[in-house]
């Protein structure tokens, strides 16, 4: 049902519905990774389409107003604005919606087919502390778990990284290891095009990966390391092009993004911006498992 529902936004015109403008925070919008949960029916609560667990579909909205958008297989990174309550963000056959709903965990896009209007709902993948917790003790990832009792699922996902230049400059590189162990390597150039790679990860194998990634400190790093002096701003804007990288890992309940605004140093420079370490060994390893 649900790829045929989105056969119909070809046929149908979109109209925004026109309700007066709200004010909304967009410091709850930016900067945090939102998950697709479902598609439905506002007026019925009918549901449209539910999330497929073993497809990832995740929104990066960023305060600079570029976005980043991982959907079945496909990276898209594009620009977004907010007019009132109209967000312009291209999504599954639509370029803008009513914001209909925005709160610190939740996310809901208002579009019409006809006289009908739907909704995609998106979840806050990073859980906010609440304020009862706030006094805890906290506890030390690295040696903690969270995961319920069970199969225990990881998602890994490596974007970007390197600069945009040379002979044959990368256009896309990622590594996507979804939870059944599958990976897929995507690489594109602009002279030698698209090349994928797949091949599946035994249990163990991936297991082994994410006890590294999580021994090595991961879920302890902060979420974005990025300029902090003006010499490495203008790198920013030199040639060849810095490309940021960005890694995200699922493990169980335990979601963490962090993000490199140049990676690597580039040989025979001074390092520009500092990162952990034990980050460039983690990166290397999900590569390794990649080749």
């Not at 049902?1 to 936004?9: D, E, P, Q």
């Not at 497809?55 to 305060?63: G, H, I, S, T």
Request: proline share 5%; glycine share 8%; charged share 25%.
């Amino acid at each position: 049902m649900g790829k045929a529902f989105y056969i119909l936004l070809f046929f149908y015109p979109l109209f925004l519905l026109a309700q007066p403008a709200k004010k909304w925070n967009p410091d709850l919008l930016t900067g945090v990774v939102w998950s697709f949960e479902m598609t439905y029916e506002t007026g019925s609560g009918d549901l449209i389409e539910r999330a497929d667990t073993s497809e990832l579909c995740d929104l990066l909205l960023d305060a600079s107003h570029s976005f980043e958008l991982f959907d079945r297989d496909q990276l898209r990174r594009g620009s977004w604005d907010l007019q009132g309550d109209i967000l312009q963000v291209p999504f599954r056959g639509i370029d803008q919606f009513r914001l209909g709903q925005l709160s610190i965990d939740q996310l809901e896009l208002y579009f019409t087919v006809g006289r009908t209007q739907y909704a995609h709902r998106f979840v806050r993948q990073i859980p906010v502390p609440s304020a009862s917790a706030s006094n805890e003790t906290p506890v030390n990832k690295k040696n903690h778990r969270t995961w319920i009792d069970g199969e225990r699922e990881i998602r890994i996902e490596l974007t970007g990284g390197g600069f945009f230049g040379g002979a044959d400059p990368v256009q896309r590189d990622f590594i996507l290891i979804k939870e059944n162990g599958r990976l897929i390597h995507e690489r594109q150039t602009v002279n030698t095009g698209l090349r994928v790679d797949k091949k599946t990860l035994s249990r163990r194998q991936l297991a082994d990966l994410a006890d590294f990634i999580r021994a090595n400190g991961f879920f302890d790093m902060e979420t974005r390391y990025g300029c902090t002096r003006i010499d490495c701003e203008n790198r920013l804007l030199a040639q060849p092009k810095p490309i940021p990288l960005r890694l995200a890992v699922s493990d169980g309940l335990d979601r963490h993004v962090v993000e490199v605004g140049i990676w690597p140093v580039e040989e025979g420079t001074p390092a520009l911006l500092t990162f952990p370490p034990a980050l460039k060994a983690i990166v290397d390893a999900i590569k390794k498992v990649g080749e």
